[in-house]
């Protein structure tokens, strides 16, 4: 049984604010760990629950944030930024299940702790199929694509609400809950990592009951950015529509093909912006 997991940090156990979770900045080394024990809970899980093969697909920041030397020795690892599907890298037809463990909630969704979608810099909202959805939402759709359940997702419980609307039966952990979106209750990370080999084992067994997002005949994506000069921009690339000044749309009949072409657009936004702020 093959098991793909994909991995964000702002959800995973004890974080809280950005200090937890950028390269450089005073708490990251405790992130990692937390990261890395959180991982590694699910992977166990997924052991205990007859998993053979499990690919771990870094989509954190620069994706490169576990601690390798720590990590379960059962799992594979996908590392490194430029990758066409992202988040879903390493994802295909001959895996049965997929976790998404530390993920956190969609932009302007309330008190959840850190929230943003794919970019805080350039992204306001991203609207699927006339849904606004986060990266939770927009991952399962891809995960359908290759026809594999997203059953289990972990992450503070303002996400484990917005998760189990997009993903219906979908099991989930609430390792914390948000306050203000920079600060979190949160249970102590032991407890939290048994909750979530627990609920990974308990997921993989019973992953009939969650069904692989369906997908459509063709699919049309909204991006609201923030700048109007990233829309315009964005606008320039083959297949795009600029809706309105900030906002384009693009088609695909394949929604895994949409990956590709967000996050080519994430890299003209990033080039746009320097040369607006020069920095």
Not at 34 to 61: K, P, W, Y
Not at 95 to 100: N, P
Not at 115 to 144: D, P, Q
Request: one cysteine or more; glycine letters at 8%; aromatic letters at 6%.
């Amino acid at each position: 049984m093959k098991v793909f997991i994909s991995l964000d940090m702002e959800g995973i156990s004890g974080i809280s604010e950005w200090e937890d979770v950028m390269p450089g900045r005073r708490h990251y080394e405790a992130g990692r760990k937390l990261l890395t024990l959180d991982v590694n809970a699910a992977i166990e899980g997924a052991l205990e629950a007859g998993a053979t093969q499990i690919i771990v697909n870094e989509s954190h920041g620069p994706m490169n944030n576990l601690i390798l030397e720590e990590l379960h020795p059962a799992a594979d690892v996908i590392r490194g930024f430029f990758k066409p599907l992202c988040m879903m890298q390493g994802i295909d037809e001959n895996c049965d299940a997929a976790f998404f463990i530390g993920y956190h909630g969609k932009a302007g969704s309330g008190e959840a702790v850190l929230n943003h979608t794919l970019s805080g810099l350039a992204i306001h909202r991203l609207i699927l199929n006339g849904k606004e959805v986060g990266e939770a939402g927009l991952n399962a759709a891809i995960a359908g694509a290759f026809d594999v359940p997203v059953v289990l997702v972990t992450g503070d419980e303002q996400t484990a609400r917005e998760v189990e609307e997009d993903i219906p039966g979908v099991f989930t952990v609430a390792v914390k809950s948000g306050i203000t979106g920079l600060s979190s209750l949160a249970l102590h990370p032991q407890r939290a990592r048994e909750l979530i080999r627990h609920r990974a084992k308990e997921a993989l067994l019973n992953r009939s009951a969650v069904k692989p997002i369906q997908q459509q005949e063709e699919n049309t994506l909204v991006v609201e950015f923030t700048r109007s000069q990233f829309a315009t921009a964005v606008s320039w690339m083959p297949g795009v529509e600029l809706i309105d000044g900030r906002t384009i749309r693009y088609k695909s009949q394949n929604v895994a093909e949409i990956m590709p072409v967000l996050q080519a657009m994430l890299l003209v936004t990033s080039q746009v912006n320097r040369m607006i702020t020069g920095a």
